[in-house]
């Protein structure tokens, strides 16, 4: 059996588990939505990076392409009648060093010293060629050791004649292929097998580091391609995901106190009444009263039961208390009037047989429980009077105390539950005139001991029949507790000694069998009576 400490425990601790499982599930979306999106991003900026590389290169190779048409007329032609236009074109051009005119495979003129009388293999071991080449070497012959990028234009088929372009590459790469860290680390310009890194000149291999990452854009115009080496996209993201961290904590806090407020009806106790109510997983049971002198069955106290089939079973003193602080009596109170009223074919048809009904005295409030007697019990026009049993647990301003003539008015009876053990016993009966008042089971237990509640119950005793108000002794047990109130002038008895709580479908079968305890050995079947 659950008590109230653990069902609100279990519902809270699932609610908080709830509430963690979803704000821990924000913040791993959120960082993992943040790492992809980060290394996507890092992903595409070394591609964008690469892009931007070769066409920048390729925008410097092509105003020299397109120049080279015009210096095809000069190959050939003595030194000092193209001196000048050659000089005028390197200025002109400014990205280039120098140009250089070939004639037989000899250098012979140049835009820089003029006339020259040199073999070309001499200077570039691969040149001249009959095909257009592209180098990437060091300079012999005015910045010795610099980078130099060699453009070869052969103007006769053997390919001994043609025009030399050189470019400052060196230079023109420390303007065009810085890296941009801390994506990119290296950025290497390849034309053949030679490489020039930005920052070191020329060099015979690609750097490599252990953990970096290379990508390679490749030129569709001219021979060359631009290496970008750098950390992987991955590590980057990882690197920069502290820094989102607390954005990605404040919204899964943000998602976890949504998820609070949002699962305050879905995951509490009060959503599982509600749910029992609609699969009707409550029961209706019954308890005989017997009249305390002649134990004739005066009628039936209508109890509920809640065997929950994903809690087991939940005792009444636990969901009873809960669904008055959570405001849900009065719904369990209708549930109760209508399966009762469908089943009334249980009990005698007899004026003198009472059903009594457990009601809140929150349930008087603004004539509710009238509107809901209408309905779900006098729409029955049931032949049984009914008794209304308003327990202590709610203070007494809450019931509206007109509402008590118009039940009285219907023929409705209120009885005091549990009477003595809540605070305004008193209030109560100067205030409702009840027609019962029920003595707690603690009290009827006290008899015949020294205990105070002994004292108590010959008080409560005392004052029903002063103020001829009927009695009834709720957990009558023994024989010797029931001759006791009888000699006291109780006027109905309930508790085990007489039967147990059971379905109402078993009372028919009961009240064949009864009287039992103390008349059984007489065999006298006794009908209903009135409580006097």
């Given at each position: 059996m659950l008590t109230a400490q653990r069902i609100v425990k279990t519902y809270r601790r699932k609610r908080i588990i709830v509430c963690l499982a979803l704000a821990i599930a924000t913040l791993l979306l959120t960082t993992g939505v943040r790492y992809l999106t980060e290394r996507n991003r890092n992903d595409q900026r070394v591609t964008l990076f690469t892009a931007r590389a070769v066409a920048t290169v390729e925008s410097l190779l092509e105003p020299l392409a397109a120049a080279r048409s015009a210096l095809f007329p000069l190959v050939g032609q003595p030194c000092e009648n193209v001196e000048g236009p050659l000089r005028v074109e390197t200025a002109r051009l400014q990205t280039l060093r120098a140009i250089v005119l070939v004639k037989d495979g000899v250098v012979y003129c140049?835009?820089?010293?003029?006339?020259?009388?040199?073999?070309?293999?001499?200077?570039?071991?691969?040149?001249?060629s009959p095909y257009p080449q592209m180098l990437l070497t060091r300079d012999n012959s005015l910045l010795k050791g610099s980078s130099v990028l060699i453009i070869w234009t052969p103007t006769s088929p053997d390919g001994q004649d043609g025009i030399l372009q050189a470019l400052n590459i060196e230079l023109l790469a420390r303007l065009m292929l810085e890296p941009a860290r801390p994506w990119v680390d290296h950025v290497v310009l390849n034309v053949g097998d030679v490489h020039l890194e930005y920052g070191k000149g020329v060099v015979q291999s690609l750097p490599g580091e252990p953990g970096l990452e290379t990508r390679e854009g490749v030129?569709?115009?001219?021979?060359?391609?631009v290496t970008v080496i750098g950390p992987p996209g991955d590590r980057l993201a990882l690197k920069a995901l502290p820094g989102q961290l607390p954005l990605a904590l404040i919204l899964s806090l943000l998602i976890g106190y949504i998820a609070w407020l949002a699962t305050a009806g879905r995951m509490s106790f009060s959503h599982e009444i509600n749910l029992g109510l609609a699969a009707r997983e409550f029961e209706i049971y019954c308890q005989p009263l017997v009249n305390a002198r002649n134990q004739q069955c005066t009628g039936v106290e209508i109890l509920l039961r809640w065997n929950n089939p994903r809690q087991?079973?939940?005792?009444?003193?636990v969901f009873i208390p809960l669904a008055e602080q959570q405001n849900l009596i009065a719904p369990l109170t209708r549930y109760v009037l209508a399966e009762t009223a469908s089943q009334l074919h249980?009990?005698?048809?007899s004026p003198h047989f009472h059903i009594g009904i457990n009601v809140a005295a929150s349930h008087f409030h603004r004539?509710?429980?009238?509107?809901?007697?209408?309905?779900?019990?006098?729409?029955?026009?049931p032949s049984q009077p009914l008794f209304l049993e308003l327990t202590?647990?709610?203070?007494?301003?809450?019931?509206?105390?007109?509402?008590?003539?118009?039940?009285?008015?219907?023929?409705?009876?209120?009885?005091?539950?549990?009477?003595?053990?809540?605070?305004?016993?008193?209030?109560y009966l100067e205030m409702l005139h009840p027609d019962v008042l029920k003595i707690d089971k603690t009290f009827t237990a006290a008899i015949g001991t020294d205990a105070v509640n002994s004292t108590v119950t010959d008080i409560i005793i005392a004052l029903g029949n002063r103020l001829h108000i009927d009695l009834v002794a709720e957990g009558v047990e023994t024989a010797e507790q029931a001759a006791y109130l009888r000699r006291r002038g109780v006027t109905a008895l309930q508790g085990y000694l007489y039967a147990r709580p059971m379905p109402l479908h078993a009372f028919p079968a009961w009240l064949e069998t009864h009287p039992d305890a103390e008349n059984k050995k007489n065999g006298a079947a006794l009908g209903a009576a009135p409580l006097r």
């Open positions: 140049s835009s820089i010293f003029g006339s020259r009388n040199e073999m070309l293999r001499q200077l570039q071991p691969k040149l001249p030129s569709g115009r001219f021979p060359f391609s087991g079973f939940i005792s009444p003193d249980h009990f005698p048809v004539g509710k429980i009238v509107e809901d007697l209408q309905q779900f019990w006098f729409a029955r026009q202590e647990r709610d203070a007494l301003p809450d019931v509206d105390h007109r509402v008590v003539r118009d039940l009285h008015e219907l023929g409705v009876k209120l009885a005091i539950d549990d009477f003595g053990t809540g605070q305004s016993s008193l209030a």
